[in-house]
Structures are given as structure tokens and as C-alpha cells.
């Protein structure tokens, strides 16, 4: 059944983002609602972080990102329209089903119209969002406004951070290591594009990604990398930690084509569990395609156990 509407238009005002502050607000309203509820009704910071870092690459997030405050001024949602095109809105536990996801997807859609008449190429595809398996409401709210089961289908994966964490074999003169502040970032940046080709995560420059590293919630200590002995970070991955609940995320991450098969994700997986450890976290989460079989098999390997879904939602344009 859809979800039923409780209208508090008067409660409620939005504007577009403004400033980074907006997206600390944003990063403590996912981490306000998670300790309400479970670890899989809203995503991670670390979900958010990347998204606003595609936004901020590729778009303008003064367009792009909608925000909802009550009157006095507490966040209480907010709406991303990102490429591909894509939509999420995430709201408060208190303040769903009220209007304002309502709003968010008239926002969305009506932008994604307009900028579909300026640029067929860019923007004439299909409207993508999504949506946890088991989060009924969401799913007939999406089914109500035109969106239909789309083919890709990601799981969600939980691991323990309790006990001792296994120290991985690298290949010789192999390190393992977090990314330098500032010599790295060519490195860094160029392993991004070459794991991600052509897909829209990889499309990021040297200068896009020193941006991204000064961002609200970046931590240099969790972007960590295997260095290969000719110098070339070979592999990588991005962790990030929700402090509020106490559970890390890892995402993207991945191996150059030609470092592949010598363990080395595996190997700055594990680096980043035990530093998440140590500042305090007790699970990690990750998310991988449901057919993507290699990246489930390494995440098995260190521990992870399938938790929940994400399902794609489309409606044709």
C-alpha cells in the first residue's frame, strides 16, 4: 500500500544548498535518523560524502541538492538530483511521509525535464532512484509516481569490527598506506579513472580530487592505498565512519586492471578495518553489484555476511 499522508506544508520550508555547511547538516541528519532506526532505512555518511563529491565534480550543488528546514531551522530532508539522471531524497524518521518527498520528486522531475530540453544526450534517459528491499513504503511511493523494478540489484554486506583482524600477505615490496596529502594526489586521482573507466565515478580530475579530499568528512587516514614497487598506487579504498552509531562504510574501491589477482583490495580492505577499529567502530558495511561475483567473493573472504538489497527503480522518460 502507499504510504499515507500526514500534509505539514506549514511546517516546513526549502531552499537549494548554499554552502558546505549544509552538507555537515546533511551528514548529521543520516546519522541522526540511523541511530532511530537500523543501519540499512537511510544510507551511510559515506554514501552522501561521494555522492556531493560527484555532484560537485560534474554539476553544481547549488542547483542540484534541495533542502528542507523546519522553522527553526533544523534540517529535516533532503533531495539529490545527480546524473545518469538519478534521485534520492532522505528524510527524517518523524517528517516521512508528510509532504516532503513529495516535493523532492516534483523538484527532481521538473529539473530534470528543463535540463532535458537544453541537453537531450545528457539528460534524455531514463529517472533512476532506489530503494532498500525491505522498506515497503518507499517502494509503493516510487511505484506511485511512475517508477517500475529497473534490472540492477546491489547487496548490502555487514562484517563485525570485533576481534583481531587478519594482516594480509602483499606481494614483495608492496606497501600499504594512506594517501600523502599532497604528492599522492595524481597518483591517486589517475588509479580513480583507470579502476572506474568509463563509468561517471572514474570521470575525476587531479584537481576534482583535491577538492574532494578537503570535504566534511573526509578522512585522509581511511583512503588508503597498496603501493606498488614502481611507485603506482595499484589499489585503493575509501572508508568512511559514522561516529553517531559507531559502524564504517567502504566505498568506492578497487585495483588498477593490471595490479589485479595479487591481493591487494583484500589487502587495504583489511588496513582500513583495523584503523576503523581503532577510532572506534564495532561493524563495517559495503555494497557490491549482485552479479558481481569476484568483488562478493574477496568481500567473504574478509568476513562480510549479505545483510539486505538496494533495487534500482526506473521510470521511462
Not at 565534480?57 to 527553526?72: A, K, M, V
Not at 513504503?137 to 547487496?155: D, M, N, S, W
Not at 603501493?227 to 568512511?240: E, F, L, Q, S, T
Not at 574477496?298 to 562480510?304: E, H, P
Request: aromatic share 10%.
Amino acid at each position: 500500500m502507499p504510504p499515507t499522508y500526514t500534509p505539514l506544508r506549514n511546517s516546513f520550508t526549502s531552499r537549494l544548498f548554499e554552502t558546505e555547511n549544509d552538507l555537515l547538516q546533511m551528514q548529521s541528519l543520516l546519522m541522526e535518523a540511523r541511530s532511530r532506526t537500523d543501519d540499512w532505512h537511510y544510507p551511510h555518511i559515506g554514501d552522501l560524502i561521494f555522492w556531493f563529491f560527484m555532484v560537485s565534480c560534474h554539476l553544481t550543488p547549488q542547483e542540484f541538492i534541495r533542502l528542507w528546514h523546519d522553522n527553526g531551522g533544523k534540517l529535516l530532508g533532503y533531495a539529490i538530483l545527480g546524473e545518469d539522471p538519478s534521485f534520492d531524497c532522505q528524510v527524517l524518521p518523524e517528517y516521512e511521509w508528510c509532504g516532503i518527498e513529495t516535493e523532492a520528486i516534483v523538484w527532481a522531475e521538473t529539473r530534470q525535464a528543463e535540463l532535458r530540453n537544453q541537453n537531450p544526450i545528457a539528460w534524455g534517459g531514463n529517472f533512476v532512484s532506489g530503494v532498500r528491499q525491505d522498506n515497503p513504503k518507499r517502494i509503493a511511493f516510487l511505484e506511485q509516481h511512475g517508477y517500475q523494478p529497473g534490472k540492477y540489484v546491489e547487496v548490502n554486506l555487514l562484517r563485525t569490527l570485533d576481534g583481531l583482524i587478519p594482516e594480509a600477505v602483499l606481494p614483495p615490496a608492496c606497501v600499504v598506506r594512506s594517501t600523502a596529502a599532497v604528492g599522492d594526489i595524481p597518483n591517486r586521482a589517475s588509479a580513480q579513472r583507470e579502476v572506474w573507466h568509463p563509468y561517471t565515478v572514474g570521470n575525476v580530475s587531479d584537481e576534482d580530487y583535491a577538492r574532494f579530499m578537503q570535504l566534511p568528512g573526509y578522512d585522509r587516514r581511511l583512503d588508503v592505498v597498496a603501493v606498488a614497487p614502481d611507485g603506482v598506487i595499484a589499489a585503493y579504498v575509501n572508508g568512511w565512519i559514522d561516529p553517531v552509531n559507531r559502524i564504517g562504510d567502504f566505498g568506492p574501491l578497487g585495483a588498477r586492471p593490471g595490479y589485479r589477482r595479487q591481493g591487494l583490495t583484500r589487502a587495504v580492505l583489511l588496513e582500513c578495518m583495523r584503523r576503523m577499529q581503532r577510532l572506534g567502530m564495532n561493524r563495517v558495511s559495503v555494497s557490491t553489484g549482485v552479479s558481481n561475483e569476484a568483488a562478493l567473493r574477496l568481500y567473504a573472504s574478509v568476513g562480510f555476511k549479505p545483510e539486505n538489497k538496494y533495487l534500482e527503480y526506473v521510470k521511462t522518460v
